[in-house]
Nanobody, 120 residues
Framework: QVQLVESGGGLVQPGGSLRLSCAAS????????MAWYRQAPGKQRELVAR???????NYADSVKGRFTISRDYAKNTVYLHMNNLKADDTAVYYC??????????????WGQGTQVTVSS
């Protein structure tokens, strides 16, 4: 059974930091790219960062220089390190396991989501 379990969300002040974690089933972690998406109220879900199987990474322009995605193969866990958080980063953050669909990645599996709220 495929499982993606996120943790680490919470309330943080502007300028603060958080680290999100996503623990994945072993077979998924090895065979898929791992990504973080987010969805704010009234907005579409958007890609935040992706870590491919070849260890390349890509980020949304809005988070470049502030967020870092990393992957620990020993723990089957992907992390999202978030620094200098802004109110616009407030959203539910989802972990996903993505496969290459020929033209773009397709998210095959999703976690349950974790809330990140940036507010003073």
């Amino acid at each position: 059974q495929v499982q993606l379990v996120e943790s680490g969300g919470g309330l943080v002040q502007p300028g603060g930091s958080l680290r999100l974690s996503c623990a994945a089933s072993g077979s998924i972690f090895i065979n898929y790219a791992m990504a973080w998406y987010r969805q704010a109220p009234g907005k579409q879900r958007e890609l935040v960062a992706r870590h491919s199987r070849s260890s390349s990474t890509n980020y949304a322009d809005s988070v470049k220089g502030r967020f870092t995605i990393s992957r620990d193969y020993a723990k089957n866990t992907v992390y999202l390190h978030m620094n200098n958080l802004k109110a616009d980063d407030t959203a539910v953050y989802y972990c996903s396991a993505d496969r290459w669909g020929g033209r773009d990645y397709v998210a095959d599996y999703w976690g349950q989501g974790t809330q990140v709220t940036v507010s003073s």
